[in-house]
């Protein structure tokens, strides 16, 4: 069993700035915690820190029971890295070395052949044996059968590059829960998971006794399997002792008790500093008081020196003004449509004001059925319109969007597009400003985070006066924070929402489904369906 | 993982004994070939059993060469 210790921690950035201060948190033996925050607050740098790869600035940190660490890269893996250099890379240290020492002993005698390399390969296989080694084989064994269905032997030099970001993550999975380290921490172990993936993830971390430190932006998940909070915000980090489901209100109340500690030492403050005002006056009439002046002004010194108490973190000021309009009454028709080669023919009424959620397998067609919708050019039979005043407004990941990575955010909105008239710059700060973009508003596109391209998009949709929103994964990369606040800007507006995603907590503010099913079957549903297989086409 | 009583191991070390004083009857008398082989062993003591058998007729017929 393991436990993670971490004591008034602090990390200085390289351009001097503190990141985060007195960050004291414990993750006790078998517990599961989460660490959320905006994106750029620190939770990779805290999870390095408590890994050992940074040291703290001020702070200690102290675990027990062995390290295992999943980073945020693993599903990203594009190099040469084999399937066997991959789990070494995951085992304990002992073990890394002695696999490193076998290498090494076996090219010696490839080279030379005598008494002395001999035996010194004879040790480093000894040595393997004796660090576990062989019983780590064992394990990997198990591993690549549960994540890969194939036995280690047949995919130990396989390339990484091959599997699928869903199949590297499963793999690494695997190789921690079932390895001999007790504490691990996960980055973002469910990017790249598909729905069942994820199911898959949170059965895994609820029946695991291991101690769990972990980073998601997946509220359901967050909901089924933390039973702490780590939040990292407004320069340290503080710890919600349940579940997600009480961690808005816990949120909201202590920042409540800040803003309420702040305001009483502001008073008091302010009653000193008065007083000296007041002491000083009277100690230039009356030489008694003077001694009273003086006494006053250390009272004061010492008050100051000692510093407030922390602020409130600064609210993340997204005020998403999605207004829409009222449209004919059927928003989109499509009698037998069909995308060329991607399903079988379907029919499909949306009306003004639905809230669909388009689900299904990936693979199945359902982002070229936005773009269709969105007006762009998708092969397709059968027949398909939009109602009286229905204006498209298409939200997708950055990818879809090459020619904006060098501009930045307010040449973008100074030139406008087809159907969004451009605004001034001095509009187009006020706008960025309420969607919490306002410093980055002279950054290029392509700098900003996943969190800040998706706000921005919205902001656009804003602007086009857009009624039928068609959303492509519009949550992914967003953080806990700002996805609630973009579920917020939906409910109010006025018009009709498509949306593709995977979200299952995001899709339950959905009131119909269209499902693309694995078969090419497209079907309606009042539940969401999250386990449609991936397509399987002939590559 | 050491030296084991194996039998598998014991008989995979006896076959190696049996190839060995083959292979090098026209220099040297099986007793000598079974003394090296048996050092060896002695020499590779710690190393896993499964790897052992081989290790063993490896490093005998080094030496074995090395003297004959």
Sequence with gaps: ?539 | MTLTDDPAVEQAVEQAVARLADEFRTRLRPQVVDTVVRTCREDLSGVPATALPELVERLARERLQSVG
């Design chain 1, 1 to 539: 069993m393991g436990y993670v210790d971490v004591t008034g921690v602090r990390h200085i950035l390289p351009d001097g700035r503190v990141l985060f201060d007195g960050v004291s948190l414990r993750v006790g033996e078998g517990a599961r915690a989460a660490l959320v925050g905006e994106n750029g607050a620190g939770k990779t740098t805290l999870l390095r820190i408590v890994a050992g790869d940074l040291v703290p600035e001020a702070g200690a940190v102290t675990r027990s029971g062995g390290l295992g660490v999943m980073r945020q890269f693993i599903g990203s893996v594009r190099d040469d890295t084999t399937v066997q250099r991959f789990l070494v890379d995951l085992a304990p240290p002992a073990v890394r070395a002695a696999w490193e020492a076998v290498g090494s002993a076996e090219l010696t005698l490839m080279e030379t052949d005598d008494d002395a390399a001999q035996l010194a390969y004879a040790d480093a296989l000894a040595q393997w044996g004796d660090a576990g080694g062989y019983d780590a084989e064992v394990t990997w064994d198990a591993v690549t059968v549960a994540a890969l269905g194939v036995p280690y032997d047949r995919c130990k030099y396989r390339e990484l590059s091959a599997l699928s970001g869903g199949e590297q993550k499963r793999l690494a999975l695997e190789a921690l829960l079932r390895g001999p380290d007790q504490v691990l921490l996960l980055d973002e172990p469910d990017n790249y998971l598909d729905v069942p993936g994820k199911r898959w993830l949170e059965g895994r971390l609820l029946e695991t006794r291991k101690t769990v430190l972990f980073v998601s932006h997946d509220r359901e998940l967050l909901a089924r399997v933390a039973d702490r909070v780590v939040t990292v915000e407004g320069g340290t980090a503080w710890v919600h002792g349940g579940g997600f489901a009480g961690y808005a209100e816990a949120r909201a109340a202590r920042h409540e008790r800040m803003a309420e500690v702040r305001r009483r030492w502001d008073e008091e403050h302010a009653r000193l500093v008065e007083l000296v005002r007041t002491l000083q006056q009277q100690a230039a009439n009356s030489p008694d008081m003077a001694s009273r002046y003086r006494a006053m002004q250390t009272r004061l010194a010492k008050f100051e020196a000692a510093g407030p108490p922390p602020d409130r973190p600064p609210e993340q000021k997204v005020a998403m003004r999605l207004r829409g309009g009222r449209t004919g009454v059927r928003a989109v028709m499509a009698e037998q449509l069909e995308l060329s080669g991607l399903m079988r023919p379907f029919d499909l009424e949306v009306w003004y004001g639905d809230r669909l959620g388009v689900l299904g397998a990936n693979g199945a067609g359902k982002s070229h059925f936005l773009r269709l919708l969105a007006g762009q050019d998708v092969a397709h039979t059968g027949s398909w319109r939009l109602g009286a005043r229905v204006v498209p407004g298409f939200f997708a990941q950055t990818h879809a969007h090459p020619e904006w990575l060098d501009r930045t955010l307010v040449d973008l909105l100074w030139h406008g597009e087809p159907g969004r008239p451009g605004v001034d710059r001095g509009r187009a700060m006020a706008a960025l400003r309420r969607y919490g973009l306002a410093a980055a508003g002279d950054q290029p596109f392509g700098t900003l985070s996943g969190g800040q391209q998706a706000r921005f998009q919205v902001l656009l949709l804003e602007l086009s006066g857009a009624t039928l929103l068609l959303l492509d994964e519009p949550t992914d990369n967003l953080d806990v924070l700002s996805a609630e606040s973009l579920e917020e800007a939906l409910a109010a507006f006025e018009g009709t929402v498509l949306a593709v995603t995977h979200d299952r907590w995001f899709a339950r503010s959905f009131d119909r489904f269209l499902v693309f099913g694995a078969d090419g079957r497209v079907y309606e549903s009042a539940e969401p369906v999250f386990d449609e297989t991936r397509v399987v086409r002939a590559r």
